[in-house]
């Protein structure tokens, strides 16, 4: 189950507060989520990470595939809060390198 | 009375002229007799009616065929098989007696009884044509082979009130309750004194037999039983064949079955040769061009009729495709049916005519039975189109993949303990009493007979298995038993066991795969080759592009070579869900064993096609990639069976255990990765996967010092696990993103 909660304002700044696993079984939820705020121009997607407790490799999927889509209009996907766990699965994939994170949301959503 | 001499010798010489012709072009011999027996007839002016030599060597050819059908039919096996015996088939032979009975008396104006009797002859199938054909085939195991047989089974026992009730209408002199009472008397008589003889005598009879070691003792001893038996059923007024069915049955609890099988298959055809013959004599030409019409309109009427009966009834247990395949392969009449309308002829029940015309469409329905039962899957095909997978599961049942094992001694048992422990599906064969007692007391699938019969070889589907193994003591057996299988098909292959390297060169002739000497270790070689040869047969079986390639069209070649090692990453995917499934270490190394078996077959190619043909520069440069891809999928696949072991020991310890499943989690991200870009490349998938594989081992060497730290408490093997891991997930990076780069090469036209 992974619920996701979406604040964007008018400047293309979509936060996206992810709770529970993203898995297999919720990839989808997250990839339709991306769909929606591409289509109403989003330029940064912010995911939160703090109330996640697992990611697999088809949520790792998903992230790539949204941070491809992004990539057209030059946009990027940032993450912050992320538990021990899910850092260990960014460092041993190597999507660390892809992707930038942040400990806090105020750092992921002012840096630029 | 004519000179049999040139008769028997024109009746062979046509017979075998035909069949051989026949077998040419795929049809079974069956027609070839009957043809036979109806030029014989015609020229020399023999009629098998009247005759009763002749009809009794016939009926003979039945009773063996009914007693080799008996012994498939244990008493547990006649219980499991209950509803196709007698559901199925007391459906079908009230459902087609009623409609032909009908037909015949409502639109033929046939009297009633007369009728009735009819129906019942129409609705019997020829066991001697289906069960021929069916056991020939190998369909007898399918579902439409188990509705057959049980379908024929119960009309060969319902033939025995058929006559009665022939009886019934034509005797004035005895009552009803009179002939229903001596009936059932004999039927009692006859059942107990065949069933005493199985269960006290047999045994003990053929193991004495067996005791002399004589071949012929063992064939005398076999003749007597069936012929006895069926003397037995036919003295207390029943048919020779069910008296041979019942021998057949009670033989089939004991150890001797096979060795009976396999002793009595020469006879059984022979005689059953014979009386294909005698149904071909009784074709009489004149009566046939007389009613040709009828005969033909007829004949389709009843096969129509009886195909769409049984359609129906087992259309309520079986799927549309098995229902219509069972119904045609009944829808002939059958050689019971001959002596049933004898009888209505002999008792004056029908015009004679009528009755002949009855006769002829019979043999004529017997005469296209092979035809139809042949191209039962085309016929079936046209009429109804199924799903896929119904159809697969229907051919997977057929096939064989087993492995024979030869003897059960010290070493056999060995091997049969490996076998089992890799689930390796084998069935043991024996020539010793003791050791068959040895695997029946194991649970072993184990059969009584001489390594070195053919037919007993053939019985256990030797064509189909996937090696046999000769664990026989005694080196001669082992050159007797090479002999034999090589006779069977020089192709099957060989795995025996030698005394020593002295007799290694006894064997060159035959077709061994691997000789070996030893016990133990000698088993353990062994089991792991069948193992390598199981799924070389399961990935050459499965082979999506190079199952057909040709060296006259080398980029064509190249680009199956191209997809065929595409296949490679999903086997690795698979081997990931494995460990996230927390599947057996053995079934991951399934995957693993399976990926080195299908790159063997890939790398064989690409070698065979730089060596007999001569590539373009381009294609060469081509191939070269795709060789190196090889060398990295083959290091991934070693790089990746290790680190499955790490991870499963990390995975029991709570400190490392999360490490583990991220582990597996994210090298899968990676590698679906990598799979996409195989499948369709992607410049800016390239990207990523560029971006997350290049060497910046930051992240890496961080999760290893804070695992190596004071705070995580690793104990000195944790500590070596992490660290060996650890760099098993470097490699694997680095390895996906060289391959990728390949990819990109190939991506660009090199």
New interface residues.
Partial sequence: MLRIELENDDCGLHVMRLSGALDGLTYLDLLKAFNQSIEKEAKRIVLDMNEVDY???A???VL?QG??AL?ETEGEIVLFGMNS?VK???????????FRTFSSEYDAVSTS | MHNLIPILIAAVGLATLLNVVLKKINMPTVIGYICTGAIIGTVFDIHVHGNETLEHIAEFGVVFLMFSIGLEFSVSHLKSMKKEVFLFGLLQVGLCAAVFAAISHLIFDIELKAAIIVGFGLALSSTAIVLKILNETGKIKTEVGRNSLGILIFQDIAVIPILLLITIFTDTGRSLSELLLSTSMNAVLALGILIAIGKLALGHIFKAVAGTNSKEIYMGSILLTVVGASYIAHHFGFSYSLGGFIAGMMIADTIYKYQVEADLIPFRDLLLGVFFVSVGLQIDFNIVAANIVAVIALGAGVILVKTLAIFCLLLFSSSKKVALKSAITLCQVGEFSLVVFSLVMANKMMDPTAVQILMVIVIASMVIAPFLINNVEFLSGVLIKSKIEEEALDQSSMLGGHVILCGFGAFGRVVSEQLDESRINHVVLTNNTESFVKAKESHKTVVFGEPDDRDTLERLKIRDAMSVILALDDFEDVKKASASITLIDPKIKIIAKIPSEEERHELEDFNHELLLDGNQQTATVLVDQINRSRLLTKETATLQYLDDYSFDNPGETIQKIEREQTRLLDVISRSFNGLREEKDIMHIKAFHDSFKVLSEIIGGVITELMSSTSLSPKEYERINILLDNQHQLISMNDTLEKLGHELKAMKKDDKTKSLSEMTVEGLDAILLTLKDIAGDYDEDDMLMLEGITSNKKGGLFRIRESYLGAERDLDASGKSLLLSSTNHIDRLRSLFGQIGSNYRRLSEGV
């Fill in positions: 990611v697999s490799s949520g790792l999927r790539l941070a491809k990539k766990g260990e699965v960014f460092s041993l994939s190597g999507f660390k390198t892809l």
